[in-house]
């Protein structure tokens, strides 16, 4: 099914291991987004790629890095892992469509359930 | 400081009557509204959406209102079904720069037989 893939879907790391969370979306979609969720907060931008090639902050990029690998894949990478990055994490792309609601809307991806202790 | 805000963290309402979620914001820029849905361990998914030149938009049992003077938006759900229990995030896209979406932080919706 077409849509966007994270992996993995749950990790327990320790305070002060690294790891990437993967996402790969296969609709063509120029943009991609990485969002955290957390209670009580909604879910808040860690960063984006307004297209292949290019990466943005977000509302909370600190203690993350990105690579947008290749048009179709976007990583998240935690290089020494917090408490405070106990999060669900959800990775979004979007593209462009004839259909104007569509271009404003993401597809996400179905989340990794992150957390360190 | 939060630009979209739902000021309600949950909600309950009986089968078959209204539910509305209600959201806030404080960002003239924002041209387009949408309201996702989400269930426990998927992904949030796209239920309505509004343009800021509408004031109201429909689309089967949902209806989403646009009040851009109060800058306050609701989404209306009759009538309300079992299946619509879950979490609801208000979102905006803004207009300038890398358009990119901002939600609010959620509301859980129990829709009680």
């Known amino acids: 099914n077409a849509g966007v893939t994270q992996t993995p879907k749950f990790q327990v790391l320790k305070t002060g291991q690294s790891m990437t969370l993967q996402c790969a979306q296969d609709?063509?979609?120029?943009?991609m987004y990485w969002y955290r969720q957390d209670p009580g907060m909604g879910l808040r931008l860690i960063y984006y790629s307004a297209s292949e090639g290019t990466t943005d902050k977000g509302e909370v990029p600190n203690g993350y890095n990105v690579s947008r690998l290749n048009k179709r894949e976007f990583s998240l990478r935690l290089e020494s892992a917090a408490p405070s990055q106990t999060s669900v994490y959800f990775c979004?792309?979007?593209?462009?469509?004839?259909?104007?609601?569509?271009?404003?809307?993401?597809?996400f991806g179905s989340g990794t359930r992150l957390t360190v202790v | 400081d939060q630009q979209v805000k739902q000021n309600s963290p949950s909600l309950s309402v009986q089968e078959g009557r209204i539910s509305i979620l209600n959201c806030d914001y404080t960002n003239s820029m924002f041209d387009y509204f949408l309201w996702y849905k989400k269930y426990p361990a998927e992904g949030p998914t796209f239920l309505i959406s509004i343009s800021s030149i509408k004031d109201k938009n429909e689309d089967g049992r949902f209806t989403v209102f646009l009040n851009k003077s109060a800058k306050h938006l609701s989404l209306h759900i009759v009538p309300s079904q079992p299946g619509d229990s879950a979490v609801y995030f208000c979102a905006a896209n803004e207009f300038q720069g890398a358009q990119k979406l901002v939600f609010g932080q959620g509301t859980r919706l129990t829709i009680n037989p």
């Open positions: 609709m063509n979609h120029n943009s």
């Open positions: 979004a792309s979007r593209g462009w469509s004839l259909d104007r609601a569509a271009n404003y809307g993401y597809t």
